[in-house]
């Protein structure tokens, strides 16, 4: 029997895998597929890596290890919806809650060994084990076509707005950058040398032939003139400050850049207090919130909160996440992430939130300039030319260099912060050293690795890519940037491996590749845009939320280099407010739109390997999909209007309608025509239903975890549509 995995994941996606499972699994298995589920949760995670503390009732597997292994085979079909990179902040919370529960879990510090166990969860920790393959993501032309029927709404741009990307023009990591290209199979030590003598920081680091491998440091001095500067023009020029980061892929690093901004922005607290709050274990790296929670039973608990205030009086305004509740944009790093608050500020006319709740432009701080620029691009272009046009714009699709742990999301394990002044070197097994930087107490050094085979492949989809759509190609690298020069030399070569006649294949430097698409944009015109893995990160939140509202509505298909298919299904960015209206006010506005897309391209791949009404199912949900646009039945973000369950109603709807019409596969017919025809005598009143239940507070059980009986009878309340559902049984 066909087999697919469809992940459990966290917050609104999760709450609504509650809702839209068990239509998946009924109507998938009249075609004969198999949907099996398996936890990659935050505290599912947090369980399978601590089993010695659990009974045996409550131990679960490492179904992360299990898929990692399965996405390596042909056999792998999975759909991965959106999960909890965690924060220091989200992954206490999250231990705190299954200890709550009855779950022995010990504290995040409870020992320097728990604390290594707890950071390989932290981060980006899903991702790099199941993307065995390079990431091909795009708008469909169904929500491409809603889009410019339905405008999102754009801010007005002026072009006398002081709005601007901040970023470091030197001892960055984007500056420091040295690269090589392994020229055999090898094994390396990074080591730091110094006056005390050489300390292994990884030692047994097995690279491959062709493998390109980078060192970089962030020199932590020049940030903190770099960041006291910043705030100083903030102040100076009367714009909000706002920093962009991403405290939770890139768990080592920009935690503690975070930090840095924070004592910055606060001086006097950290010169007075700074002592005190180490003592206490208080970190600025995981946000001021921890600081103003943790002081609370701290003899100098008025004198901290006084020098916190006084802080806010002698700085520039600072952006805020909610001005209501005072949470501002140093409060949880896992609150701004990068990829998505750049391009929000962007569409709403390059404003952000200051303390009052007002509009206003911002110094947006980047510290590290490797790709800063692509967002001043924007920013200057929408000054000159004014907001994009949803029903006119073009789009830009991306095919990713993501496989194997390609490029920096695959660097925790090589990412150092500092102890002692002097040299960090890479060491080949011969004892040659490769590359070298000399640091100072507190720098941030960094490694990362991307293997040949993943960047052939990458190439390989590029021109399929190009040649199936017939656009224009840009592979967006630098060749003033060490790592980008040892790729070109490499895409230069493996371009020849294929047929690009009539292709346009380009290779610009991000900041012309960003120029290039927005033009083409304006014009109505496509061009995909080839690039690594942090920006495709980037990319695919930057143009997807300025073409269609959001990167969850994108198409997010993974071909796995041994055969398998991984279909993503979008952004979960907002998931915590999400969750939090839920809980309220009884309404889920997650959009499920990006699962819909996702499971008919899994559907369609287990079609081709053998599972032919499979095919059919796709053809009839994608059919459903657009029908759902175009009767504008996606959630909405008010109480008392349609939700994601009234959303799942519509797709189960007209899906079985889809099925039941169509004349390739006469079994699915006659299996789907009883469901269709219920549908259409009760689903009216199924809708009025879902919406009539929203208003008052619902219990979940759980934020990390919640209660499934709880999850599911809040997700499922209809008896009407769950009777129609088992007529499939």
Same mark, same amino acid.
């Given at each position: 029997?066909?087999?697919?995995?469809?992940?459990?994941?966290d917050? *609104?996606?999760?709450?609504?895998?509650?809702?839209?499972?068990?239509?998946?699994?009924?109507?998938?298995a009249?075609?004969?597929?198999?949907?099996?589920?398996?936890?990659?949760?935050?505290?599912?995670?947090?369980? *399978?890596t601590?089993?010695?503390?659990?009974?045996?009732?409550?131990?679960?597997?490492?179904?992360?290890?299990?898929?990692?292994?399965?996405a390596?085979?042909?056999?792998?079909?999975?759909?991965?919806?959106?999960?909890?990179?965690?924060?220091?902040?989200?992954?206490?919370?999250?231990?705190?809650?299954?200890?709550?529960?009855?779950?022995?879990?010990?504290?995040?510090?409870?020992?320097?060994?728990?604390?290594?166990?707890?950071?390989?969860?932290?981060?980006?920790?899903?991702?790099?084990?199941?993307?065995?393959?390079?990431?091909?993501?795009?708008?469909?032309?169904?929500?491409?076509?809603?889009?410019?029927?339905?405008?999102?709404?754009m801010?007005?741009?002026?072009?006398?707005?002081k709005?601007?990307?901040?970023?470091?023009?030197?001892?960055?990591?984007?500056?420091?950058?040295?690269? +090589?290209?392994?020229?055999?199979?090898?094994?390396?030590?990074?080591?730091?040398?110094?006056?005390?003598?050489?300390?292994?920081?990884?030692?047994?680091?097995?690279?491959?032939?062709?493998?390109?491998?980078?060192?970089?440091?962030?020199?932590?001095?020049?940030?903190?003139?770099?960041?006291?500067?910043?705030?100083?023009?903030?102040?100076?020029? !009367?714009?909000?400050?706002?920093?962009?980061?991403?405290?939770?892929?890139?768990?080592?690093?920009?935690?503690?850049?975070?930090?840095?901004? @924070?004592?910055?922005?606060?001086?006097?607290?950290?010169?007075?207090?700074g002592?005190?709050?180490?003592?206490?274990?208080?970190?600025?790296?995981?946000?001021?919130?921890?600081?103003?929670?943790?002081?609370?039973?701290?003899?100098?608990?008025?004198?901290?909160?006084?020098?916190?205030?006084?802080?806010?009086?002698?700085?520039?305004?600072?952006a805020?996440?909610?001005?209501?509740?005072?949470?501002?944009?140093?409060?949880?790093?896992?609150?701004?992430? @990068?990829?998505?608050?750049?391009?929000?500020?962007?569409?709403?006319?390059?404003?952000?939130?200051?303390?009052?709740?007002?509009?206003?432009?911002?110094?947006?701080?980047?510290?590290?300039?490797?790709?800063?620029?692509?967002?001043?691009?924007?920013?200057?272009? !929408?000054?000159?030319?004014?907001?994009?046009?949803?029903?006119?714009?073009?789009?830009?699709?991306?095919?990713?260099?993501?496989?194997?742990?390609?490029?920096?999301?695959?660097?925790?394990?090589k990412?150092?912060?500092?102890?002692?002044?002097?040299?960090?070197?890479?060491?080949?097994?011969?004892?040659? @050293?490769?590359?070298?930087?000399?640091?100072?107490?507190?720098?941030?050094?960094?490694? !990362?690795?991307?293997?040949?085979?993943?960047?052939?492949?990458?190439?390989?989809?590029? +021109?399929?890519?190009?040649?199936?759509?017939?656009?224009?190609?840009?592979?967006?690298?630098?060749?003033?940037?060490?790592?980008?020069?040892?790729l070109?030399?490499k895409?230069?070569?493996?371009?020849?491996?294929?047929?690009t006649?009539?292709?346009?294949?380009r290779?610009?430097?991000?900041?012309?590749?960003?120029?290039?698409?927005?033009?083409?944009?304006?014009?109505?015109?496509?061009?995909?845009?080839?690039t690594?893995?942090?920006?495709?990160?980037?990319?695919?939140?930057?143009?997807?939320?300025?073409?269609?509202g959001?990167?969850?509505?994108?198409?997010?298909?993974?071909?796995l280099?041994?055969?398998?298919?991984?279909?993503?299904?979008?952004?979960?960015?907002?998931?915590?407010?999400?969750?939090?209206q839920?809980?309220?006010?009884?309404?889920?506005?997650w959009?499920?739109?990006?699962?819909?897309?996702?499971?008919?391209?899994?559907?369609?791949?287990?079609?081709?390997?053998?599972?032919?009404?499979?095919a059919?199912?796709?053809?009839?949900?994608?059919?459903?999909?657009?029908?759902?646009?175009?009767?504008?039945?996606?959630?909405?973000?008010?109480?008392?209007?349609?939700?994601?369950?009234?959303?799942?109603?519509?797709?189960?709807?007209?899906?079985?309608?889809?099925? *039941?019409?169509?004349?390739?596969?006469?079994?699915?017919?006659?299996?789907?025509?009883?469901?269709?025809?219920?549908?259409?005598?009760?689903?009216?009143?199924?809708?009025?239903?879902?919406?009539?239940?929203?208003?008052?507070?619902?219990?979940?059980?759980?934020?990390?975890?919640?209660?499934?009986?709880?999850?599911?009878?809040?997700?499922?309340?209809?008896?009407?549509?769950?009777?129609?559902?088992?007529?499939?049984?």
């Open positions: 029997m066909a087999k697919i995995i469809y992940t459990h994941t917050e *609104a996606p999760l709450l609504a895998t509650y809702s839209f499972l068990p239509i998946v699994q009924a109507y998938a009249k075609a004969g597929v198999e949907v099996e589920t398996r936890d990659i949760s935050l505290a599912g995670r947090i369980l *399978a601590f089993p010695e503390n659990l009974t045996e009732a409550q131990r679960i597997g490492d179904a992360l290890a299990e898929l990692g292994e399965l390596k085979t042909p056999e792998a079909n999975i759909i991965k919806l959106p999960n909890i990179s965690a924060s220091v902040p989200q992954l206490e919370g999250a231990i705190a809650e299954l200890q709550a529960q009855g779950f022995d879990v010990p504290d995040y510090d409870a020992s320097p060994e728990v604390t290594a166990r707890y950071d390989k969860i932290k981060g980006s920790a899903v991702n790099p084990v199941l993307r065995e393959g390079n990431s091909d993501r795009r708008a469909p032309s169904a929500v491409k076509n809603y889009a410019r029927k339905h405008p999102h709404s801010g007005a741009w002026s072009a006398d707005s709005t601007t990307v901040a970023t470091m023009s030197d001892n960055d990591f984007r500056h420091n950058e040295q690269s +090589v290209v392994l020229p055999a199979d090898d094994s390396l030590t990074i080591q730091l040398v110094t006056e005390n003598g050489t300390t292994a920081l990884k030692e047994g680091l097995k690279v491959l032939e062709g493998e390109v491998v980078d060192s970089t440091v962030m020199r932590v001095a020049e940030l903190d003139k770099f960041l006291a500067e910043q705030i100083a023009r903030a102040k100076d020029e !009367c714009v909000l400050f706002s920093t962009h980061l991403k405290a939770t892929m890139m768990k080592v690093s920009d935690p503690i850049l975070f930090g840095h901004v @924070v004592r910055a922005f606060f001086p006097a607290l950290f010169e007075q207090y002592e005190v709050l180490a003592a206490a274990g208080l970190s600025p790296n995981n946000g001021l919130a921890g600081i103003i929670n943790g002081v609370q039973d701290l003899p100098e608990r008025d004198g901290i909160l006084a020098a916190i205030e006084q802080g806010y009086a002698d700085g520039p305004r600072l805020m996440v909610n001005s209501d509740k005072g949470i501002t944009n140093l409060h949880v790093p896992s609150d701004v992430i @990068v990829d998505a608050s750049m391009p929000a500020m962007i569409r709403i006319g390059g404003k952000m939130w200051g303390p009052q709740g007002e509009e206003s432009d911002t110094i947006a701080v980047l510290p590290d300039s490797s790709y800063a620029g692509i967002y001043q691009v924007v920013i200057d272009d !929408c000054k000159a030319n004014g907001a994009y046009d949803p029903t006119t714009m073009g789009s830009v699709p991306n095919v990713g260099l993501m496989a194997q742990k390609a490029e920096e999301y695959g660097s925790h394990d990412t150092f912060q500092i102890a002692e002044a002097g040299r960090v070197e890479v060491v080949n097994a011969a004892g040659e @050293v490769l590359m070298s930087h000399d640091v100072a107490a507190g720098d941030i050094w960094r490694a !990362c690795q991307t293997k040949d085979a993943p960047i052939r492949d990458w190439v390989k989809l590029a +021109v399929t890519r190009a040649r199936a759509s017939n656009t224009p190609a840009v592979f967006w690298l630098d060749e003033t940037r060490a790592h980008d020069r040892n070109i030399a895409v230069n070569e493996y371009l020849n491996d294929h047929d006649e009539g292709l346009d294949i290779i610009l430097s991000p900041e012309d590749a960003t120029q290039l698409s927005v033009d083409r944009i304006r014009r109505g015109e496509d061009t995909i845009s080839v690594g893995n942090v920006l495709r990160d980037y990319l695919t939140d930057l143009f997807p939320i300025l073409e269609v959001t990167s969850a509505k994108m198409l997010s298909v993974v071909p280099m041994n055969g398998g298919g991984l279909f993503e299904t979008g952004a979960g960015g907002s998931a915590p407010k999400h969750v939090q839920l809980v309220e006010e009884n309404h889920l506005r959009d499920s739109l990006g699962e819909f897309l996702a499971l008919a391209e899994s559907f369609r791949h287990e079609a081709e390997r053998g599972a032919p009404s499979a059919v199912l796709a053809d009839a949900l994608d059919k459903a999909t657009e029908k759902l646009l175009d009767e504008d039945l996606s959630p909405s973000r008010r109480v008392g209007e349609i939700d994601n369950r009234g959303s799942h109603l519509a797709i189960a709807r007209f899906w079985a309608e889809e099925l *039941a019409a169509q004349t390739e596969d006469a079994a699915l017919a006659e299996a789907f025509k009883p469901v269709a025809e219920a549908f259409a005598e009760s689903g009216d009143a199924i809708a009025a239903e879902l919406i009539e239940l929203q208003g008052s507070p619902v219990e979940l059980g759980g934020y990390y975890r919640p209660d499934a009986d709880k999850a599911s009878a809040v997700m499922r309340p209809s008896a009407a549509f769950n009777e129609i559902l088992a007529k499939l049984a």
